[in-house]
């Protein structure tokens, strides 16, 4: 299937905004959803609606089994060996506030360090900001090479025998690299510190085996890979996740209660207090099965493809800026000019073309950058280099709108 039959199972893409064909460029930020997972939420609420892991009657055991084949899906998606190191949680947010409060309070302590990088998205920043603060442990970066990725050199200077955590995204929102993950883990572990990956954006785009990256947790969120918003998992290795304590505590999550102690379930229903998120969950097992059917060959590919392209189409622009390395994940961030970046989002919305202007989230990286804001599009499997070329004009009307800044 190319990209224009694929952007025809996604039925909101099928619009115009501001009189123009959408043109939606925004990937990064949320996916759009595939008609199969619109009709699997629709069939669960229509059909099947009921809470989870409680007993006998029919629509509850088959609402149990979607839930818990959703977790499987995700098991397999990640390549994990065992279905209780997945734990479903809102999204990549609430899976490394997981692990900062859990194993964080358990392993980090005064004068410990905990090590990550200046391209974090702030999900990745503060929850260890927290913990160092909490804890009296300190907070290390390690320094990025002038296009926006790490040297191995300085993984190896940062990562000491105090590290506890290595925190680092697999692929940052806004320079695109592509962080290696299995190298740093080595090291980490030659030191005896866990590496806690953010996945948000590598797992919507390109094969992930957390067994062959050797990470011990992994995070990311459905919604950017065709999911339901409100659900994504976090992977942890099972000897580390049967050690820690759950976060929060109530229903779905307990074993037996007395008056004054309790204790809780097994793997990974510790985790899970409360009534789970079940539509999301089987919603982000519909999205895998529209993902992994289309091949991460093809999605690696496709995306690499319409990368080399915006390169070749926005190269012709004069006064443009690309931030970050030449190889990269699927997303372009970029200054025009001295244009503001949402001066140049709000010329290309009128044009139908949605692409995000801010800080990203990423506030340390923006001042690494030495910039405000930018503006970035970022593409998934439905964009084409049509959308490209969409973008191209778009970027050369602004430049005309805005032609006294460049005079
Ligand atoms: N980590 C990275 C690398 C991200 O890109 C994002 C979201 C998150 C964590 C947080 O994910 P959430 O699902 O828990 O919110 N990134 C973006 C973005 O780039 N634009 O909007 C959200």
């Known amino acids: 299937m190319n990209a224009t039959e694929i952007k025809k199972l996604f039925p909101i893409l099928d619009q115009n905004v501001n009189g123009n064909p959408l043109v939606y460029l925004d990937s990064s930020a949320?996916?759009?959803?595939?008609?199969?997972?619109?009709?699997?939420?629709d069939d669960y609420y229509r059909r099947y609606n009921s809470n989870v892991h409680r007993g006998v009657h029919t629509l509850g055991t088959i609402a149990t089994d979607e839930y818990e084949g959703a977790r499987e899906k995700v098991r397999s998606f990640l390549h994990a060996r065992d279905s209780s190191e997945i734990i479903f949680?809102?999204?990549?947010?609430?899976?490394?506030?997981l692990v900062a409060s859990s194993y964080g309070n358990d392993n980090v302590g005064e004068g410990d360090e905990i090590v990550i990088t200046p391209m974090e998205h702030h999900s990745n920043i503060i929850p260890w900001q927290q913990l160092a603060k909490r804890k009296g442990a300190t907070l290390k970066y390690i320094p990025l090479q002038p296009n926006g990725t790490i040297a191995l050199e300085d993984v190896r200077e940062a990562i000491t025998d105090k590290t506890k955590v290595v925190a680092v995204t697999h692929v940052s929102n806004v320079l695109g690299t592509i962080n290696p993950i299995k190298e740093m883990a080595e090291i980490a572990h030659r030191h005896g510190a866990v590496v806690?990956?953010?996945?948000?954006?590598?797992?919507?785009?390109?094969?992930?085996?957390?067994?062959?990256?050797?990470?011990?947790?992994?995070a990311f969120s459905g919604h950017k890979m065709g999911g339901p918003t409100g659900v994504g998992a976090l992977y942890g290795k099972k000897h580390l996740l049967e050690a820690m304590e759950p976060v929060e505590f109530g229903g779905e999550m307990i074993d037996f209660v007395g008056l004054?102690?309790?204790?809780?379930?097994?793997?990974?229903?510790?985790?899970?207090?409360?009534?789970?998120?079940?539509?999301?969950?089987?919603?982000?097992?519909?999205?895998?099965?529209?993902?992994?059917d289309l091949g991460f060959d093809?999605?690696?590919?496709?995306?690499?493809?319409?990368?080399?392209?915006?390169?070749?189409?926005?190269?012709?622009?004069?006064?443009?800026?690309?931030?970050?390395?030449?190889?990269?994940?699927?997303?372009?961030?970029?200054?025009?000019g001295d244009v503001h970046?949402?001066?140049?989002?709000?010329?290309?919305?009128?044009?139908?073309?949605?692409?995000?202007?801010?800080?990203?989230?990423?506030?340390?990286?923006?001042?690494?950058?030495?910039?405000?804001?930018?503006?970035?599009?970022?593409?998934?499997?439905?964009?084409?280099?049509?959308?490209?070329?969409?973008?191209?004009?778009?970027?050369?009307?602004?430049?005309?709108?805005?032609?006294?800044?460049?005079?």
């Open 298 to 336: 093809e999605i690696e590919k496709h995306e690499k493809e319409l990368v080399d392209y915006s390169f070749e189409r926005l190269g012709e622009l004069k006064d443009f800026t690309i931030f970050g390395p030449r190889e990269r994940a699927g997303l372009i961030t970029f200054q025009l």
């Open 260 to 292: 004054y102690d309790s204790t809780w379930k097994e793997l990974p229903w510790k985790f899970e207090g409360g009534t789970p998120i079940i539509a999301g969950a089987i919603g982000l097992g519909a999205a895998i099965d529209f993902v992994t």
């Open 89 to 97: 949680t809102r999204g990549t947010t609430t899976s490394l506030n």
């Open 196 to 218: 806690v990956v953010d996945g948000a954006q590598s797992a919507p785009h390109m094969h992930v085996d957390v067994e062959a990256l050797d990470c011990d947790f992994y």
């Open 30 to 41: 949320t996916s759009q959803k595939p008609i199969s997972v619109i009709e699997k939420l």
């Open 341 to 407: 970046p949402h001066d140049v989002a709000t010329v290309l919305d009128a044009e139908g073309i949605a692409v995000r202007a801010g800080h990203h989230c990423a506030q340390p990286l923006m001042k690494w950058l030495e910039v405000t804001a930018t503006a970035r599009a970022s593409f998934y499997v439905y964009n084409t280099k049509e959308d490209i070329d969409a973008l191209t004009n778009g970027l050369v009307k602004a430049k005309e709108y805005f032609s006294d800044v460049f005079s």
